[in-house]
């Protein structure tokens, strides 16, 4: 399974654009890109998931590179509800391996 | 439509004692995950299922056994509970679809004294 790097943490202020960059140096070519959301006390919740080039949903976009070894999640104006937890996922398509390893994440605070 | 259901959500147990997590899903999914998730750290994969009758370990399996006889539920145990279990547990579960969107349950917190 492929391993994946992403800040530890990061600091943000309500209204700017937050981009959380996430390396994955060793992904296969049938592995996908998801990102997951986690608040406290609560299990982690799907954002979104590409392959390459670029996703959009309402939510956020996903920016992924030609090499496919980062991809960066962008969430537009962010808002103090928006602090949390990130996880960056490499995920196999394969059917037996479908292991989702979530990682360490990173930490986003939104200050007012 | 009740999604993931984790049954305890709390319990305290004694070192050496042992016990059964339920996870149980309504959605049909293929896929069934068992987490554990200690104070300030990510979440770590213990166990995994790809369909009923199927069970594979995951990052940190030790210490725990799964069975997967029904495919709506997932139990994860403890034989011989030890303190470095103590910990949140959390189970998941996804279909076998292109967009891998894994819907969590509640979470169990369990303490090991």
């Known amino acids: 399974l492929a391993k994946t790097t992403q800040p530890i943490s990061m600091d943000s202020y309500e209204g700017q654009e937050v981009n959380i960059t996430c390396s994955h140096n060793?992904?296969?070519?049938?592995?996908?890109i998801t990102w997951y959301q986690q608040f406290p006390s609560q299990g982690p919740r799907f954002i979104i998931q590409?392959?390459?080039t670029k996703v959009t949903n309402e939510v956020a976009s996903l920016f992924i590179p030609a090499d496919r070894k980062s991809s960066t999640l962008s969430l537009p104006r962010v808002s103090l509800s928006d602090t949390a937890v990130y996880y960056c996922?490499?995920?196999?398509?394969?059917?037996?391996?479908?292991?989702?390893?979530f990682g360490s994440g990173t930490r986003l605070q939104v200050q007012p | 439509n009740a999604g993931v259901t984790q049954t305890p959500k709390f319990r305290v147990l004694k070192t050496g004692q042992s016990m059964t997590l339920l996870c149980a899903q309504d959605m049909n999914h293929e896929y069934m995950y068992w987490y554990r998730q200690d104070p300030g750290m990510g979440l770590r994969l213990i166990h995994y299922?790809?369909?009923?009758?199927?069970?594979a370990k995951g990052e940190v399996p030790d210490g725990y056994n799964v069975s997967r006889l029904k495919k709506q539920n997932f139990l994860l145990g403890l034989e011989s509970a030890a303190p470095s279990q103590t910990s949140v547990y959390f189970c998941a579960s996804s279909p076998d679809r292109v967009i891998t969107e894994a819907f969590f349950g509640q979470g169990t917190r369990l303490t090991v004294v």
């Open positions: 299922s790809v369909g009923e009758g199927t069970t």
């Open positions: 060793n992904i296969a070519t049938n592995d996908y």
């Open positions: 996922l490499v995920v196999p398509m394969d059917m037996g391996r479908r292991a989702l390893t």
């Open positions: 590409g392959y390459k």
